[in-house]
């Protein structure tokens, strides 16, 4: 997206302001950035302690994205971009029409998102589908997402937008990741660590001892499917009405399906990003770090032990190669909490 928005931009590398002009109108949350005596006004509304509501759940079917997938890819190098959201995934803003069941791109002011499979990671869609179906399937809050395969039949993963909501989607809601809570750049994301993460839980939440326990259960299930890529942009508070929780869990996947010898953890705990066992996660992380009582910990590992995984892995759009590795990582980290 960066450099689909410097080619239709013309805009230098180095002009990070040009760039944050060419997107400042639908950035994550609620800000919102014009140029200094422009004649734009701010058609946005933001939502300020108002609690978040769900839209109706959408059910997409076969025909539902009546798109190729290089428009998908190209869409940005077509329609200068006013959208930003980061990551190396290829990503389009959509809207959904009911009348018609299917999916419009458009370049701002989404309810969704679509994410192809970028070239060199050809399963990321399916795998990302999978891995936020078990997630919710643990008790996690996700998202509504799914899989949907474009005109030639390639899997595109799809999610609704949780900082938009309303008529137009013109309410926004505050969200902001862990690097800017810190106020570390985002080429810091990768050097934080779980600790980091727990201090500023407890100091920026309304309900620490609620959120801390979610966090727990979102790092134990990350490391559990092999996702080496939890970093601090991975990593959301949200504005509900009158409270600051943890936003709705999103880009969980296994990434030790597309990366070699992948690290355990994008983000140290105890000084350690592999090797993690069962008394780093359950003792030094859930004990010590998240202050969680044994019978909480202990429903955590009784909710991934019961969980159907063989059962959704096979179903899922993986190939069977995929399939079969996702499910023998899955069953040895388990094996290693036993």
């Given at each position: 997206?960066?450099e689909?928005?410097?080619?239709?931009g013309k805009?230098?590398r180095?002009?990070?302001?040009?760039?944050?002009?060419?997107?400042?109108?639908?950035?994550?949350?609620?800000?919102?950035?014009l140029?200094?005596?422009?004649?734009?006004?701010?058609?946005?509304?933001?939502?300020?302690?108002?609690?978040?509501?769900?839209?109706?759940?959408?059910?997409?079917?076969?025909?539902?994205?009546?798109?190729?997938?290089?428009?998908?890819?190209?869409?940005?190098?077509?329609?200068a971009?006013?959208?930003?959201?980061?990551?190396?995934?290829?990503?389009?803003?959509?809207?959904?029409?009911?009348?018609?069941?299917?999916?419009?791109?458009?370049?701002?002011?989404?309810?969704?998102?679509?994410?192809?499979?970028?070239?060199?990671?050809?399963?990321?869609?399916?795998?990302?589908?999978?891995?936020?179906?078990?997630?919710?399937a643990a008790?996690?809050?996700?998202?509504?997402?799914?899989?949907?395969?474009?005109?030639?039949?390639?899997?595109?993963?799809?999610?609704?937008?949780?900082?938009?909501?309303?008529?137009?989607?013109?309410?926004?809601?505050?969200?902001?990741?862990?690097?800017?809570?810190?106020?570390?750049?985002?080429s810091?994301?990768?050097?934080?660590?779980?600790?980091?993460?727990?201090?500023?839980?407890?100091?920026?939440?309304?309900?620490?001892?609620?959120?801390?326990?979610?966090?727990?259960?979102?790092?134990?299930?990350?490391?559990v499917i092999?996702?080496?890529?939890?970093?601090?942009?991975?990593w959301?508070?949200?504005?509900?009405?009158?409270?600051?929780e943890?936003?709705?869990?999103?880009?969980?996947?296994?990434?030790?399906l597309?990366?070699?010898?992948?690290?355990?953890?994008?983000?140290?705990?105890?000084?350690?990003?592999?090797?993690?066992?069962?008394?780093?996660?359950?003792?030094?992380?859930?004990?010590?770090?998240?202050?969680?009582?044994?019978?909480?910990?202990?429903g955590?590992?009784?909710?991934l032990?019961?969980l159907?995984?063989?059962?959704?892995?096979?179903?899922?759009?993986?190939?069977?190669p995929?399939?079969?590795?996702?499910?023998?990582?899955?069953r040895?980290?388990?094996?290693?909490?036993?």
């Amino acid at each position: 997206m960066l450099e689909q928005l410097l080619a239709a931009g013309k805009l230098d590398r180095s002009d990070k302001w040009g760039q944050l002009m060419a997107v400042g109108r639908d950035v994550t949350g609620c800000l919102t950035l014009l140029a200094d005596g422009g004649e734009e006004t701010l058609p946005e509304k933001r939502a300020l302690a108002a609690e978040r509501k769900s839209r109706a759940r959408i059910q997409p079917g076969a025909d539902s994205l009546p798109y190729a997938w290089s428009e998908l890819v190209t869409f940005h190098s077509r329609k200068a971009p006013r959208m930003s959201l980061s990551g190396v995934q290829p990503k389009v803003s959509a809207v959904f029409s009911r009348k018609a069941g299917q999916f419009r791109m458009v370049a701002e002011r989404g309810s969704y998102i679509l994410k192809p499979s970028p070239q060199p990671y050809p399963e990321a869609a399916a795998n990302e589908a999978l891995s936020m179906a078990l997630a919710a399937a643990a008790g996690i809050e996700v998202p509504h997402c799914g899989l949907i395969r474009c005109r030639e039949g390639q899997p595109v993963f799809w999610i609704e937008r949780f900082d938009r909501q309303g008529a137009g989607n013109q309410t926004r809601l505050r969200v902001e990741d862990a690097c800017q809570l810190l106020e570390v750049p985002s080429s810091w994301k990768y050097l934080g660590n779980h600790e980091t993460l727990v201090r500023m839980i407890r100091q920026f939440t309304s309900n620490p001892a609620l959120q801390l326990a979610r966090f727990f259960d979102r790092v134990l299930f990350n490391w559990v499917i092999g996702n080496g890529d939890m970093h601090l942009k991975n990593w959301s508070l949200i504005e509900n009405g009158p409270l600051i929780e943890l936003a709705p869990a999103y880009d969980f996947l296994n990434t030790s399906l597309h990366i070699a010898d992948e690290e355990e953890s994008a983000l140290e705990l105890a000084d350690r990003k592999s090797g993690f066992d069962r008394a780093l996660l359950l003792e030094t992380l859930g004990r010590d770090l998240c202050t969680l009582q044994p019978a909480r910990i202990q429903g955590t590992l009784d909710r991934l032990n019961r969980l159907d995984w063989s059962g959704q892995i096979q179903k899922s759009g993986l190939s069977s190669p995929a399939r079969e590795a996702y499910l023998t990582l899955v069953r040895n980290r388990l094996a290693r909490l036993a």
